[in-house]
Each structure stands twice: as structure tokens, then as C-alpha cells.
């Protein structure tokens, strides 16, 4: 089963998996959420905190799952068998990859939704449809997006055609080489944006917002944010980590690697929110966070401001940038499974991309159904499936094996990781689910 199930395709350079992993983690959260709660809960003070949680519960279970792909050179459902079947484990651990491959089509059905939404309004930046309207007549149009069946359902088509057609392409072909495009035009298109705001924006009433340090509003429930955020933002507990580890090229160091993609995902969050939060100033809007950050305060703040529409284009752009990037790694667990079991990979990626197209419509169809995809996979699938990852390699697997597998530079790394990793990370991870739940 080893054999049959052992992917054909490795990325050359340890480039391409950062490139492809930091595209999985930066989304639409990056952009629209991370930005706001550091304002919201402390600033300054909120960022150390949510660096440590990355750096307690993030990295570690980051580390373990790239271990996971990168020791069998599988997907993460036969990657799954095969560690099972080393260790002398269950079978039943293998319910860690098929949760990814079937949490990763959830979460496309309603991403592709507001990815959707992204296109249409890159669109309508880029015919200057929006500007000059007064604010009512800006906030009437975003509901005229989300009220319409034929223009959500046209752009949402298009966002999974593009998607399955980077899959399609192959590993190398295809994903390796979107990445290393669209991560660098995100950066170059993030950074002019940030230029822009620096010109025209409020930015110190933005730096204000964002970094002064306030530890006053370092609560419980900040702490909490800052957890949950730290796991989520990293694309853990979906498989598609797992996948994209079986494509690293295996002389690298995990660690390092893993470290680097946590700060590029940490930068590109925080200059994102130095980008948008001095439009938002500047127009003396009230900053806020999620669709009516994105889609009312700032076509608003770009509809009054000199060359609005060349930068709301830029940042429309810079948005279904993310999305696709984010959203390439959320099927390609499943479709790799499907190669490596006689599926073509063109036939596969048409039925992933065709399950969730057709989730997607009725995401469009029932705002409850969107909202309930939301709220199981952000708070089952995803902590579930990191938690077990981190007991699965914590735990289940020999010392020596995952010794073998993350080859650390020093037994001194290894051995803070490996702490990390058994105690520190499930026990963060378990917070973050029973608070997610309710329960705390």
C-alpha cells in the first residue's frame, strides 16, 4: 500500500512549499479579521500574545502535520493508513485525513461564495461602477450583490473553475507554479496599497488603532481571540498542510521552513491592516471587521478618495488573490487521494470542484446553510483534526519515528517541540473547541 499510495510529484525548491503553504494561511481572515481584533483587544499587547500562541500551538502542530506528509509522501488519507499500520495503531486514526478531505470541500461550498464576491467587486473597481456614490447608495449595492442568485452564482462559478483549473494542472505545473506567482503579485500589490494609505489615509490614527499597546484589554476572552486565530490561520486540521508536506523537498528543515510561513502569514496580516485601516480613518468610518469591512467601508472610503478605482481594483485584485490561493489547497487533499487510487487528476479535480459548486449554489440559495458549513467546520472539523494530529504524533507514533521525521538541528529544538507539541498544543487546541462550542 506504501508504494501504491506515494505521491509522484515533489516541489524542487523549498521555496515553492512556503510560497504554497503561506498561500493556504493568508485568506480572507488575514485580511478582514486579524487587522481589527489586534485593534480591538490590546494592540501591541494582543500581537505578543498571539505570537506566543503561534509559536505554542501553531508551529508545533504545523510542524507535525508537514512531518506527517513528508514521512510517507502521501495524502493524507493513505498517509494516515500507512503511519497507522507502522505504529501497529488503529485504523481508525485515519478519520484525521478523511475529516481534511471532506472539511476542505465544506469550507470551498461557502469560501467560494464570498471569493465570488471579491471577483464582482474587482470588477465593478475596475469599470469605476461605484465611484463617487454616496455611502447609502454603496452599502444598497453590496446588498444588491448578496440579494442576486445569477450574479453570485456567475462569479462563484468562475472562482471554482479557476481553482479546479490550477488543480488540474498538477502539483508542480499547476499549484507550484500559481504560487509562486500569485504570492509575489500579493505582496507587490499588498505593499502598493500600503503606499497609497501611507499618502492619502489617516496612518498614525491607524498605527494607534493597531500597536499601541493597551493591557487593559488583554482579557480572557483576548486571549482566547488570539488563540483560536493562532490555530486557524495557519490552514491546520484540513489536510492540506499534510498534502503539501508530501510535496517538500525532504533535505530541508521542517522547522525553519515552518517558522518562516508563520511569520510571512503574521507580516502579511499586520501590513494588510496598516493598508485598509487608513482609508477607514480617513473617511471617519468606524473600523470594523468581516464582508462590511470589506465590501461597504472600503468601497466607500475608495469611492471618495483620489484614484479610488485603480486602488480598489488593486485591492479587489490583491483579495481573490488570497482567496484562490487559499482555496487551491482546500481540495487538493481529496483530488491527490483520488490520483492515488486510479483517478485521473483532471477527472478528480472536476468532481471535487463540481461538489463544491454545487455546495456553493446553495450557500447562494439559503444564508443558513452558508452560516451552518461556517460554524461546523470552524468549530468541530478544524480543531478536531489539529487536536488528533497533535495526539497522533504526541502520542501514538514512536519518539524515535517523529525524530526521524522532523530531523531537527539539535535534541534541544527537538525536545522543546516535542513538549510543545504533547501538552502545550492540545491543551490550547481544546480550549479554543470548548470556547468555540460554548462551553468556556
Known amino acids: 500500500m506504501t508504494h501504491n499510495a ?240 508530501a510535496y517538500m523537498p525532504g533535505e530541508h528543515s521542517i522547522g525553519k521552513t515552518v517558522i518562516t510561513i508563520g511569520f510571512l502569514d503574521t507580516a502579511i496580516a499586520l501590513i494588510a491592516g496598516m493598508a485598509i485601516f487608513p482609508l477607514v480613518f480617513a473617511n471617519n468610518l468606524e473600523p470594523s471587521s468581516g464582508p462590511g469591512l470589506m465590501f461597504v467601508s472600503l468601497p466607500i472610503a475608495f469611492a471618495h478618495m483620489p484614484g479610488g478605482m485603480v486602488f480598489g481594483s488593486i485591492f479587489f485584485i490583491l483579495v481573490s488573490i488570497a482567496a484562490l490561493s487559499s482555496s487551491i489547497s482546500l481540495i487538493e487533499p481529496g483530488v491527490a487521494w483520488l490520483e492515488r487510487h486510479g483517478i485521473h487528476r483532471k477527472v478528480g479535480t472536476t468532481g471535487a470542484a463540481l461538489i463544491g459548486w454545487l455546495g456553493g449554489i446553495g450557500c447562494i440559495y439559503s444564508s443558513d446553510f452558508f452560516n451552518s458549513l461556517d460554524h461546523i467546520t470552524a468549530n468541530y472539523i478544524l480543531p478536531l483534526g489539529g487536536l488528533l494530529i497533535a495526539l497522533f504524533a504526541g502520542f501514538v507514533m514512536s519518539r524515535d519515528h517523529v525524530k526521524e521525521g522532523v530531523r531537527f538541528d539539535t535534541d534541544t529544538f527537538f525536545s522543546l517541540w516535542y513538549f510543545a507539541l504533547r501538552y502545550i498544543a492540545p491543551l490550547g487546541i481544546l480550549i479554543v473547541f470548548l470556547h468555540s462550542v460554548g462551553l468556556i
Not at 507502522?86 to 461550498?109: D, F, H, Q, Y
Request: charged residues 10%; glycine residues 12%; proline residues 3%.
Open 6 to 245: 506515494t505521491v509522484k510529484d515533489n516541489w524542487t525548491k523549498r521555496w515553492t512549499f512556503i510560497l504554497a503553504a503561506t498561500g493556504s494561511a493568508v485568506g480572507l481572515g488575514n485580511i478582514w479579521k486579524f487587522p481589527y481584533i489586534t485593534g480591538e483587544y490590546g494592540g501591541g499587547a494582543f500581537v505578543l500574545i498571539y505570537l506566543a500562541c503561534i509559536l505554542l500551538v501553531g508551529v508545533p502542530v504545523m510542524i507535525a502535520e508537514v512531518m506527517l506528509g513528508r514521512s510517507t509522501r502521501a495524502n493524507p488519507v493513505d498517509a494516515m493508513l500507512i503511519l497507522t499500520e507502522r505504529e501497529n495503531a488503529p485504523k481508525l486514526w485515519s478519520i484525521v485525513g478523511i475529516g481534511g478531505v471532506i472539511g476542505g470541500l465544506l469550507i470551498l461550498m461557502f469560501y467560494s461564495v464570498v471569493a465570488g464576491w471579491a471577483l464582482d467587486y474587482s470588477w465593478q473597481s475596475l469599470t469605476a461602477q461605484y465611484d463617487g456614490l454616496p455611502a447609502p447608495a454603496i452599502e444598497a449595492n453590496f446588498d444588491d450583490v448578496a440579494g442576486s442568485f445569477a450574479r453570485q452564482w456567475g462569479w462563484q462559478s468562475l472562482f471554482v473553475l479557476l481553482t479546479g483549473g490550477v488543480i488540474a494542472a498538477g502539483v508542480t505545473g499547476g499549484i507550484g507554479r500559481a504560487v509562486e506567482i500569485l504570492m509575489p503579485l500579493l505582496i507587490v500589490f499588498l505593499l502598493i496599497l500600503l503606499g497609497y494609505s501611507w499618502a492619502t489615509g489617516d496612518f498614525i490614527t491607524s498605527l494607534k488603532f493597531m500597536f499601541t499597546p493597551d493591557f487593559s484589554k488583554l482579557t480572557t476572552e483576548a486571549v482566547l481571540v488570539a488563540l483560536g486565530h493562532a490555530f486557524f490561520t495557519l490552514s491546520l486540521g484540513m489536510g492540506a498542510i499534510m498534502a503539501y508536506g
